[in-house]
C-alpha cells in the first residue's frame, strides 16, 4: 500500500511488526578507552594522584589504560574510583529498545572491599 494510502493510518505503527527491537552495532571501534566495555575490563590497581584518583585496569588483550572519573567508555563512563574499585555508568538497551542505566562495579582482584 502507498504511504498516502487511507488504509494506512497516519502517526500509527504496523501492527504486524515486532515491539521487540533488534540491537545494531554502530561502527566498530578500533582502540583507545572509548573502546573499552566495562563488563570486560579487569581492574589492576588504583592510584592516588594529586588530580584525584586513577585506575590501572586492563582489556581482553591485556593492554593497560589509565581511567579517570568521568572518562568516557565504550558504552558509558568512569562514574567514581575509589581505593579498591571502579564504577562505570553504562548505558544498555532492554528487550523493548528502551534506554536505560546500571552501575557496574569492578574490584581488584584479592582484595577485600574497605567498609
Known amino acids: 500500500m502507498a504511504a498516502n494510502s487511507p488504509f494506512v493510518p497516519k502517526g500509527k505503527r504496523d501492527p504486524f511488526s515486532s515491539v521487540i527491537q533488534t540491537r545494531t552495532a554502530?561502527?566498530?571501534?578500533?582502540?583507545?578507552?572509548?573502546?573499552?566495555?566495562?563488563?570486560?575490563?579487569?581492574?589492576?590497581?588504583?592510584?592516588?594522584?594529586?588530580?584525584?584518583?586513577?585506575?590501572?585496569?586492563?582489556?581482553?588483550?591485556?593492554?593497560?589504560?589509565?581511567?579517570?572519573?568521568?572518562?568516557?567508555?565504550?558504552?558509558?563512563q568512569v562514574l567514581r574510583i575509589t581505593p579498591d574499585s571502579i564504577v562505570f555508568r553504562e548505558k544498555v538497551l532492554d528487550d523493548l529498545g528502551h534506554e536505560k542505566t546500571r552501575e557496574v562495579v569492578k574490584r581488584i582482584a584479592g582484595i577485600k572491599p574497605i567498609v
Not at 589492576?44 to 584518583?53: L, R
Open 26 to 76: 554502530g561502527a566498530p571501534c578500533m582502540a583507545g578507552r572509548k573502546c573499552l566495555v566495562a563488563e570486560h575490563i579487569v581492574l589492576k590497581g588504583v592510584v592516588k594522584g594529586p588530580d584525584g584518583m586513577l585506575a590501572v585496569v586492563e582489556n581482553q588483550q591485556r593492554k593497560a589504560y589509565f581511567l579517570r572519573e568521568n572518562d568516557p567508555v565504550f558504552n558509558g
